[in-house]
């Protein structure tokens, strides 16, 4: 039976040249994939740092005192930009530490940069030995500007907040109207709507 014999043969050929062409069309989708996940990731910005002490505030010279003030429509496009939020004094820049300084008052207990993080007692009218009267509430910090957002203790405490300007020197200071603030967008919509009063030098260190 020459006819079923040729047959019989040339099933396992037909198999294998399938399974040639599978294997080649599996490798030609591989090559694809990966040739297009490789550009997707040489495309893909890499996220900003999240990590404060990776700013280059690290390396900025601090801010001396009797700079000139940040302008008002300055503020406004300074305090929309992207920031990351710190809430601990110890991770803060030692630039924007003695920036701060410079242009507040820091002597309250005869520290550098006296001031505790948030939830910690603090000084008010009712003074604690050696204990500063500034509590933290949030700092926010980019590559090239600070917001120190605190609360400042007293007979009557308010929620005061200073910006800075590394590239233009310059730096800006007030007093807040509104007590109900407790983010950074709340924080802008405060200063948006002027809702504050502003430091004059005589107020600052």
Same mark, same amino acid.
């Given at each position: ?12 050929e ?30 893909t910005?890499e ?6 002490? $990776? =700013?280059?505030? +690290?390396?900025?010279?601090? %801010?001396? &005192? ?10 406004d ?16 820049? $030692? =630039?924007?530490? +003695?920036?701060?300084?410079? %242009?507040? &008052? ?29 509590q ?70």
């Open positions: 039976m020459p006819f079923a014999k040729s047959g019989f043969h040339a099933l396992p037909k198999k294998k040249w399938l399974w040639r062409v599978w294997f080649t069309i599996a490798l030609g989708v591989a090559a694809c994939l990966l040739f297009l996940a490789n550009c997707f990731k040489s495309h910005p996220p900003p740092s999240t990590h404060p002490q $990776e =700013s280059s505030l +690290v390396n900025a010279l601090p %801010i001396p &005192k009797g700079v000139p003030t940040i302008s008002l429509p300055e503020l496009k300074l305090i929309h930009e992207d920031f990351v939020l710190v809430t601990d004094i110890q991770k803060l820049p $030692e =630039s924007v530490k +003695v920036s701060f300084c410079n %242009i507040e &008052k820091c002597n309250f207990v005869g520290v550098k940069f006296d001031m505790v993080n948030p939830g910690e007692t603090m000084s008010t009218d009712y003074i604690i030995p050696d204990v500063p009267n500034k933290l509430r949030f700092a926010a910090l980019n590559h090239h500007s600070a917001i120190v957002f605190y609360k400042l203790g007293g007979y009557a405490d308010q929620f005061c907040v200073t910006a800075f300007d590394f590239r233009e020197h310059t730096s800006w200071g007030a007093s807040l109207k509104v007590f109900h603030v407790d983010t950074l967008d709340q924080l802008r919509t405060a200063i948006s709507g002027r809702q504050f009063t502003q430091f004059s030098r005589g107020d600052r260190g």
